[in-house]
């Protein structure tokens, strides 16, 4: 059983956190080293953090009349809701706070980047920034409603929405075999609201960067470093949500959680590289005509099985 | 309700209605929105203090959405190119001090006049549940119909807004494919 851990968890999840996405990032940067034929290596992997110090202590880079206070809000809330979306995911049978509504609280602070990302499009008052926030909004409108869907699918089955209590209920049968279009839904859900891959949109080259074209320095770190913990933030929840938890044989809990949690997000980061760009007016149409229904029907599975019970 | 829970309480409803208050106060659309925001993200953690964690959560939760696709619409509908001429909420300034001053004191009054119910019976274990019970048994068929008025409002309103209608798309024949749309989607219908 999932149980609440020890004050230090506090402090410890969000250095976890950080280590995944760090994680998730080298491996990117050996996937993009393969990819322009330059030695996959080490000193590959390590060329993003190269950046860190630079960003650092980078000078601001401002434009004539922007909203300072809009634009530090928005670029700060994306990388704080993705910390405070992991205080309900458990690590093995220790979560940091097991609220009884965790899946909804995860669903809010997911949604939190709709105003971050718009906030830091809007803070600089230049055009193409601007779109990029305006893009995010659209995307959203078309991911959030199959992520909504995939969760309750979830929530359903185990009828509870303590995240614990969903990781428990897996007990056999994970819910990723039998709910395979929630979990589909989710995975692409995570890449959507961490706006990278095929939703990288917002922060698209055919707009100057988008809401990362204004950035400059730790603004901009702040940002960066958002999408990638949100990617790995997304990950580890759809261990509890899909992938039974920490269940599993030999291993202790804890090191099943981080074995299934590595796979899903090498396979997060595998995708991100490999799937082209879907604009937004397109994937609205997908995510509405197709999508909707598909995992409408998918919450009817659950529900029809708990029904049955 | 412990010491906690009463300062956190009181720290949430200042800063709720802290944000009430700049709304009317400040000048850019952009930060009257958020400021919203933020007022109503404070009362969704007052209903979570007060034991209603899924209200509250869901309050936070739909509230950042609606805002954020309001500030899109309110900032395309202004007067002033991109809202970011200096405005104001303020309008008929004297007209509203005085419905909302009459109002203030309607709600007041009615706090200390009303005879309120001392507690019975004691409160759920799992307010959550209560709450589906609730909507799902005894007011199942108020939610059935809300549910469908809501979902014909938003057809309705959808329709009515847009100029294109399918003779626009598929021709007057209706046999024109693909459809002629001024954005292509994504299924090629």
Known sequence: ?????????????????????????????????????RPV???????????????????????????????????????VAAVLSTLVIPFGNTVVADPSVGVVWFNAMEVTTWAALWLAGWGPNAAFSLIGGYRFLAQGLAYELPLMFALIAAATGAESLRVGDIAAAQQGLWYAVWMPVAFAAHLAGVLAFSFLGPFAHPAGRDAAGGVLGELSGPDRL??????????????????PLFLGGGAGPGLPAWAWSLVKTLLV????????RRL????????VELAWVVLVPLTILQVLVPALVVLGR | MDTTDTVLLTVLGVLALAGGVLVFVLDSMARVTFALLVSLACSGGVVTLLGLPYLGVVTVLMMVMEMVIMA???????????????????????????????????LTTGIFAVPWPGREGRPPRDSTVQLGTALMEGQ???????????????VGATVLATQRGRYDRFGDDLDRRPARDPVGGGVGR
Do not use: C, K
């Open chain 1, 276 to 283: 082209p760009v879907v604009r937004p007016d397109r994937y």
């Open chain 2, 72 to 106: 899109v619409f309110m900032i395309a509908y202004m007067m002033n190119p991109a809202g970011l001429m200096p405005m104001s909420m303020l309008h008929n300034t004297r007209g509203a001090l005085a419905v909302s001053a009459v109002l203030f004191a309607a």
């Open chain 2, 140 to 154: 199942m068929l108020t939610m059935v119909v809300l549910g469908l008025v809501l979902l014909s409002t938003m």
């Open chain 1, 41 to 79: 290596t080490l000193t590959a992997a390590a060329r993003p953090f190269l950046a860190l110090p630079r960003a650092l202590v980078a000078g601001p880079r401002r434009l004539p009349a922007p909203d300072l206070l809009l634009w530090r809000a928005g670029v700060v809330t994306v990388p």
């Open chain 1, 265 to 272: 997000l090498a396979l997060l980061v595998v995708a991100a």
């Open chain 1, 1 to 37: 059983m999932v149980e609440r851990g020890p004050w230090w968890t506090v402090a410890a999840a969000p250095l976890l956190l950080a280590a995944l996405a760090a994680l998730a990032v080298a491996a990117d940067a050996l996937l993009a080293a393969r990819g322009a034929g």
């Open chain 1, 222 to 239: 702040l940002l960066q470093a958002g999408r990638w913990l949100w990617l790995a933030s997304g990950a580890a929840m759809a261990v």
